[in-house]
Every structure is written in structure tokens, then in C-alpha cells.
């Protein structure tokens, strides 16, 4: 991967820690708790399922939304198959996640930044709740931007919350 595509990790570190405020005033907590990059060629095959011992470099961030009394877990993940080809995707939030990686498109998102143009949405276009969810109150969507990392999530009920920034 090029630096430009490990941007979507590297704009992000461990125990970097972010406010979220919901659209009815309540506040939510984000910690980055890991970040791993394999992005060097290794004769060791490290995706599992993968049969012909073809390396994959990819990298993931791992973190965690402190909501209410509840503690989400989210992850992204990017894979690069190919020189020359772009990166997939992959990325979950609590019980909302993609099946596997996935070519992606990037949109823009308005923020108290300005217009970020580097985003990634997730929802029930492109992602699923887990056959086993027992939330009441799922992860309906979430946005991911590859300069600012998780920038907006929201809940089934309707509830959306956004990142704050100071200025």
C-alpha cells in the first residue's frame, strides 16, 4: 500500500481519544485502542482462506464508543490485493458490519470542519446486523473519513451522533 492509501489508518493513533454529541445533547467517548499495518512482502501467508500463498498487505484500527453504559467496539480495515489496484474496505461498529472487504465509494460529509471529502458511509446498502444482534437500538449507519477517522454514527431510533471538534 502507498501512503496515501495507509491515510485511512495513519491519520489515527492509539489512545487518541474524541467527543461525539448526539443530536439530542447527550455525549459519547471514542478511544482508538489499536492500530496494526502489514504492509511489507512476507513469504508467510497471513490470510487465512487465501489458498495460493498470495501476500495481501492490509492494516486495521481497532476502537472503542463509550455510549451510555455500554461499551461498541468498531474496527476498519483496508486490504490491497494488487499493485496497481485500489484498496478494499471492510469496517463494523458494534453489530453493524461489512460481510467482507468491498470496493468503496467516497463522499463528502458537512461538518463543523468544513466539507470533508474523504468519506466512507456504511448502512444497509453496503452493510448488515449481525444474525445474533440483541440490541434493541442498533448501529443503524456510521461514516468514516480518511483524514478525520470516525466522524458520524447513528442508532435505529433515529438518534445521530457527530464528532466534535475543538476550534
Not at 445533547?25 to 502489514?38: F, P
Not at 486495521?60 to 464508543?65: C, F, G
Not at 458520524?152 to 464528532?163: C, P, V, W
Request: aromatic share 10%; charged share 25%; proline share 3%.
Amino acid at each position: 500500500m502507498n501512503d496515501g492509501d495507509l491515510e485511512w489508518i495513519t491519520h489515527r493513533y492509539v489512545g487518541e481519544t474524541m467527543t461525539f454529541e448526539s443530536n439530542k445533547g447527550d455525549v459519547d467517548i471514542v478511544v482508538v485502542t489499536n492500530i496494526e499495518i502489514d504492509n511489507l512482502l512476507n513469504p508467510i501467508n497471513l490470510n487465512p482462506g487465501v489458498g495460493d500463498n498470495k501476500y495481501i498487505a492490509h492494516a486495521n484500527i481497532e476502537y472503542v464508543v463509550f455510549h451510555d453504559t455500554d461499551s461498541l467496539m468498531g474496527a476498519l480495515r483496508i486490504e490491497k490485493h494488487d499493485n496497481g489496484e485500489p484498496i478494499w474496505i471492510s469496517s463494523n461498529l458494534d453489530s453493524r458490519y461489512t460481510f467482507d472487504t468491498m470496493p468503496f465509494s467516497v463522499s463528502s460529509l458537512d461538518t463543523q470542519l468544513g466539507l470533508l471529502a474523504d468519506c466512507v458511509y456504511f448502512d444497509e446498502k453496503n452493510s448488515k446486523l449481525d444474525i445474533d444482534n440483541i440490541q434493541t437500538n442498533p448501529i443503524q449507519s456510521f461514516i468514516w473519513s480518511k483524514k478525520q477517522g470516525l466522524v458520524q454514527y447513528s442508532f435505529k431510533d433515529g438518534t445521530r451522533y457527530e464528532r466534535k471538534w475543538d476550534k
